[in-house]
């Protein structure tokens, strides 16, 4: 199986900065596109940002030019790097991955979440 394990959420004032990572483990052919994900309280889980293994990135448009994904494909990980901070960005995020399990197969992994929060 595989696991993704983040770090890096916390507290941050309006107009700061936090990185968040997340690291894959386990048994796994290959680490395809990852994903970051966030969910606020009431909301639903919304894409962030995502980075294909050739490191093409995607975003939400309300993100775009704040945030930042980057990904160590040696290392198996991938990176969150947020700026300019604003408390809608308040939520839960979470990593995702879809990972090759074989030649032919692949399944799709979630992290455990880690809180993000915008205050003053």
């Known amino acids: 199986q595989v696991q993704l394990v983040e770090s890096g959420g916390g507290l941050v004032q309006p107009g700061g900065s936090l990185t968040l990572s997340c690291a894959a483990s386990?048994?796994?052919?290959?680490?395809?596109?990852m994903g970051w994900y966030r969910q606020a309280p009431g909301k639903q889980r919304e894409l962030v940002a995502t980075?294909?293994?050739?490191?093409?990135?995607n975003y939400l448009d309300s993100v775009k030019g704040r945030f930042t994904v980057s990904r160590d494909n040696a290392k198996n990980m991938v990176f969150l790097q947020m700026i300019s901070m604003k408390p809608e960005d308040t939520a839960v995020y979470y990593c995702?991955?879809?990972?090759?399990?074989?030649?032919?197969?692949?399944?799709?992994?979630w992290g455990q979440g880690t809180q993000v929060t915008v205050s003053s």
């Open positions: 980075i294909t293994r050739g490191s093409r990135t």
């Open positions: 995702n991955a879809i990972v090759g399990l074989s030649e032919r197969s692949t399944r799709d992994y």
């Open positions: 386990g048994s796994f052919f290959s680490i395809n596109t």
